[in-house]
């Protein structure tokens, strides 16, 4: 019985062990002390550009230049005296070649057995190109936004509240940007809300995608909009 249980277990650590290299993830596995590395699965090894021998003479510290000895520790310190679990942080790692890569890191303490850091690996490459061209996308789109010469506002459909308004709509309604950002559409309509709402389900009836109204300007004065 204790043959089978011990071939049993062996067989799980080999299983285990072929889960982590086939991993697509980068899984590194450190010593809690040295923090030497232990292992590091081939997916990490192929983004990085080392071979398992040149890892385990390495440290995690040797991966990630923004961090100091004393910066690493202090980012450590709750795993080891359990006051958390895992930690979650993002940070780059550096290559071989030297080229940087975001990445997005899990860390947890291991404490059965000998102690080991257990690291998984998120390479954010793609996720952090796609931050950058939305944020892009955004700017373009403000900046069109604000300089375009019709009056526009950006309208939140749930409470009427003005988000946006242009520089044209400055102009032309009188008040400044941050007033206007702090007023409602009912402010400036002058109708009622109830008759607003109808006249926008009339609109979607009718299928018309505009509306028009009569809007009240800074100066009292009363303007046809549409």
């Known amino acids: 019985r204790d043959i ?16 982590i290299e086939s ?3 980068e899984i590194y596995i450190f010593d809690s002390e040295t923090l030497r590395f232990i292992n590091v699965n081939q997916g990490a090894r192929e983004n990085l550009g080392y071979t398992i021998d040149e890892l385990r003479g390495m440290t995690p510290l040797d991966l990630k230049p923004e961090f100091t000895v004393e910066m690493f520790d ?4 709750p795993l080891r005296t359990g006051k958390e679990k895992v930690i979650v942080f993002k940070t780059f790692h550096r290559r071989k070649d030297k080229t940087l890569y975001p ?16 690291a998984f690996i998120f390479d954010i490459t793609e996720r952090k190109r796609a931050e950058e061209e939305l944020k892009e996308s955004e700017e373009k789109f403000r900046h069109l936004f604000h300089k375009h010469s019709a009056v526009k506002l950006i309208i939140d459909p749930a ?4 988000v946006e308004a242009n520089e044209a709509a400055v102009r032309f309604y009188g008040w400044p940007e941050e007033k206007l950002r702090q007023m409602f559409i009912q402010d400036i309509n002058t109708i009622s809300p109830e008759l607003v ?3 926008i389900e009339k609109a979607r009836e009718q299928k018309r995608i505009y509306f028009e ?5 800074a100066d009292g004065s009363i303007r046809d909009v549409a």
């Open 23 to 25: 991993s697509l993830n």
């Open 4 to 19: 089978t249980e011990r071939k049993r277990t062996e067989q799980e650590i080999v299983r285990f062990s072929r889960l």
């Open 74 to 77: 202090r980012l450590i310190a």
């Open 213 to 217: 109204f009569q809007h009240r300007l």
């Open 159 to 162: 409470d009427g509240r003005i």
């Open 103 to 118: 990445v997005e890191i899990h860390l947890q303490l291991m404490t059965e057995g000998y102690p080991v850091f257990v």
């Open 197 to 199: 709402k109808a006249e």
